[in-house]
């Protein structure tokens, strides 16, 4: 059934097609992804891209990245919680989705484990960028699902034009009774420009479907501050800034025990009395400023300091066009409290550093070479140290090549990367990774074209991976890790067949991607008590198979269809059955309409299919339906120009588990809810 219902979409999708030809063109802004090697408009590229901007970042903007971006075809968010929700891309997460900050490592622990929030503030981007599928080659061969390229302002590029520009957003929604607000402003003169930014939001718990019923726990309090400075020249600019984040959120599903070995394997036992009522009361004492009812619930207390280092120069040298720098270093703490109490501290000081130079056409040939390398010193202390203090070092060159022929255009891409882990107490580790990629784009007829890319990668264990040997309460589990573990080699086929400009428009993706010795947390089936399970990393050939896309129809000048969709598939092969948290399918539909010059309306609905496709121990997840509406209202007062929205959210109140989340059977989505927001530019 779920199958036909893909093919039913397809069909009405492509059905639309002959309209092409007799209606009058259309012209479509193009955008240039910055996260692509040469600056290339998403048409353009070898492989599928999504970029969120302008009036669609304001409406779609949420508290993570995940929420933000779970609307795009193949996307979903891996929700833990209102605090985190880390983006999902073609059923890969963690480690396998790469989160950038203008081109460089976010620097969080969010890859560690899924209740680890990303740090990427959503309400301060101007632009997100979202890969799909292999993006090694650039970011590293750990990107296999794809990257996420979160654009700010936190460093000027130019200077104002009459010496100051800036921004102010007020929101509120309903369903967590949440209040945000989001300022910055860019001032400068001659050579040199400030930026001075920031976020505050206060979110209590959630109302879950059948109100006034409520998720205990789920509130999310964030406040982000960031300051930056540029010399911007004719030729370049080159900028720092600081940002600090603070960040505190419930950890929903925390479950405690007293893990212990006995002998060789793992058991855990009950822990209440231990943080009882007394812990609860002193915790309302130590945070009486913040009236939270899910105060008994664990909670994370998160706080980033970052330096970002940006810099453009055109013609640096003889024979190339531009040279880009990017560095930043973080030094991020995070505290798990139980009971008023800290019961577990990660620390993670890490620094990103990359060179790209973008050289002139040599023999018709135009490329990007570079180097990047990171240093990652991680720590975990507490209760819940489950992985022994690493430091881990990266280092990569890389070459990116394109060649146009008339309709054709070709690209070529190698990296390799060096990596060795340092563990304390524990064998350190050395591996190596080569990651090659061939595609080309094909554009056979007027606005028509055909992508084909074909990418070999590697994508080399996680410290956590090697090294974990531990009790997780956040996932109830005990993470066994294994030394022993080899490279990940991906092999990856995509085709995408697109028309990006008349009344009629869709992009369409099939892709193929084998993955030999895939490193997966297999549940071993063992119940060692207290409501727990032993997982442990083990390496076997997997198999992704799926497709996407959507098609939009101009139908008039105001009004505009669209049918959009994805399905994965991940199983492991051998007679290895399905992968755990694998999304379901998703088939949707979206009405956009302009009432009038100033007032624009959409109306959003799709089913997300029941999942039985289950990996071992795992649990079928139902299906759901989701509707939202939304306005947005356009005006402008002196050099003020300002944007009114409303939106909803699940106006069906339907009861809705994701199935991706590690805590799927105890969290349940947020209800219906209204968000109500004010947004000016001057």
């Known amino acids: 059934m779920c199958m036909k219902r893909h093919s039913l979409a397809w069909t009405l999708g492509l059905s639309l097609v002959p309209a092409i030809g007799a209606s009058e063109p259309l012209e479509l802004e193009s955008t240039v992804v910055s996260a692509s090697a040469l600056a290339k408009t998403p048409h353009e590229m070898t492989t599928p891209a999504e970029v969120l901007e302008g ?19 193949g996307v979903r968010s891996a929700s833990f919680g209102a605090g985190v929700g880390r983006p999902m891309i073609r059923g890969q997460q963690g480690a396998r989705v790469k989160m950038l900050s203008d081109g460089v490592d976010v620097l969080d622990a969010s890859n560690i484990s899924p209740d ?12 997100i960028e979202v890969l799909k599928g292999p993006a090694t080659l650039l970011y590293g061969g750990g990107a296999i699902g ?13 200077v104002p034009e009459n010496g100051y520009e800036g921004e102010l957003e007020l929101r509120a929604n309903s369903v967590a009774n949440e209040g945000s607000g989001v300022f910055g402003i860019t001032a400068g003169s001659g050579n040199f420009a400030v930026r001075v930014e920031g976020v505050k939001r206060q979110a209590d718990d959630y109302e879950i479907h059948g109100s006034p019923s409520k998720q205990d726990g789920s509130y999310n309090d964030t406040d982000t501050f960031s300051l930056g400075t540029s010399f911007v020249g004719e030729r370049g600019y080159l900028g720092v800034a600081f940002t600090e984040q603070n960040n505190r959120y419930g950890l929903l599903g925390h479950q405690h025990a007293d893990c212990h070995l006995d002998g060789p394997a793992w058991h855990c036992g009950g822990h209440e009395d231990e943080h009882g009522e007394e812990h609860e009361d002193e915790e309302h004492e130590d945070h009486d400023d913040h009236d939270h009812e899910g105060e008994g619930v664990p909670y994370v207390d998160l706080r980033q300091y970052r330096w970002d280092l940006r810099g453009e120069l055109q013609d640096p040298l003889p024979g190339f066009e531009l040279a880009r720098l990017r560095v930043a270093h973080s030094d991020y703490r995070h505290e798990e409290v139980e009971g008023g109490q800290v019961s577990t501290r990660f620390d993670n000081d890490a620094s990103d550093a990359r060179l790209e130079l973008t050289h002139q056409p040599l ?37 990116i090549e394109e060649y146009t022929d008339g309709a054709w255009r070709y690209e070529l891409g190698l990296r390799h990367e060096w990596q060795d882990i340092e563990a304390e107490g524990r064998p350190d580790k050395d591996h190596r990774g080569t990651s090659f990629s061939a595609g080309a784009v094909w554009n056979f007829a007027p606005d028509y074209s055909l992508g084909f890319s074909l990418s070999r990668s590697q994508r080399l264990p996680s410290a956590e991976e090697l090294y974990a040997d531990g009790p997780h309460a956040a996932t109830r589990t005990v993470e066994l890790g294994d030394t022993e573990l080899d490279e990940e080699t991906s092999r990856n ?14 992009s369409f993706t099939l892709y193929r991607n084998q993955v030999d010795d895939y490193i997966y947390a297999a549940d071993t ?90 990996a071992d121990f795992e649990t079928e997840t139902s299906g759901y339906s989701m509707l939202g509406a939304s306005l947005i209202y356009h005006g402008a007062l002196r050099r003020t120009d300002y944007q009114v929205y409303l939106k909803g959210d699940n106006l069906l109140d339907e009861k809705a588990r994701d199935h991706s989340s590690f805590i799927k059977d105890d969290v ?11 947004r000016m530019t001057f």
Not at 146 to 157: E, F, L, Q
Not at 369 to 386: I, K, M, N, P, V
Not at 669 to 678: D, E, I, K, V
């Open 525 to 614: 089936g063992r119940d060692i008590g207290s409501g727990y399970r032993e997982i442990e990393y083990r390496q076997q050939d997997a198999l992704f198979t799926g497709v996407e896309g959507e098609v939009r129809f101009q139908a008039t000048d105001a009004t505009a269809l669209t049918l959009f969709g994805d399905h994965v598939r991940g199983k492991l092969l051998d007679g290895g059955g399905d992968l755990p948290r694998i999304p379901a399918g998703r088939l949707g539909m979206r009405l956009d309409h302009g009432f009038t010059s100033s007032l624009d309306g959409q109306l959003e609905f799709y089913r997300v299919n029941h999942q039985h496709r289950l």
């Open 55 to 73: 009036d669609e970042l304001v409406l779609r903007r949420e508290a993570t990245l995940g929420e933000t971006l779970e609307s795009l075809p």
């Open 146 to 158: 794809g990257v996420v390229n979160v654009i700010d302002k936190k460093v000027p590029t130019h």
């Open 363 to 399: 023999f018709g040939w135009r490329g990007v070479l570079g180097g990047q390398t990171l240093r990652r010193d991680f720590r975990a202390s507490g209760e819940e140290a489950y992985v022994p203090p690493t430091i881990t070092r990266n280092h990569a060159l890389f070459l």
């Open 493 to 506: 086929l995509e085709l995408t067949l697109r028309k990006f400009a008349g009344r009629t428009t869709f």
């Open 116 to 127: 680890h929030a990303v740090s990427s503030e959503p309400l301060m981007a101007e632009r």
């Open 668 to 678: 349940v989505q947020p209800g219906r809810n209204l968000t109500l927001g004010l």
